[in-house]
């Protein structure tokens, strides 16, 4: 129930931050300024996966393993710098971020997530 509770004052956080979020904006950076909430958004979404597997990583770097590590980005760069620039023109400014969040959860993510959990199966 106390998990519960403190996940839905988190959300309930979240929320309203993005309610007034245009209003911080417009005081912070002036009335010139044009918000994104989508961009926003998908930031915040990869906020999330890098703090996730982050931790992954650390087991990879103990490990030594940083050969793949550059694989799996060299991988994600080529694919995330054409689409970006693609549906960039195509969608608009938010498709940068977009692209960027849902090629990390299905490229970098479940490859250091899998990878690290190997390697901690094989350590024991």
Known sequence: FL?????GFV??????VFIIIKFIFR?????DFVFSLPSMIWMCV????VAFIGPYFMVMNACGKVKIQILMFGIY????FGL???LSSKLGIWAIPMVGAVLYGCIVFPWTYRYS???LNNAN
């Open 117 to 119: 959990k190997k390697l």
């Open 84 to 86: 970006k620039f693609y």
């Open 77 to 80: 760069t080529l694919f995330a």
């Open 11 to 16: 959300f309930s956080l979240i929320f309203k």
């Open 46 to 49: 990869m906020q999330v996966f």
């Open 3 to 7: 998990l519960a509770l403190q996940e």
């Open 27 to 31: 005081i912070w950076m002036g009335p």
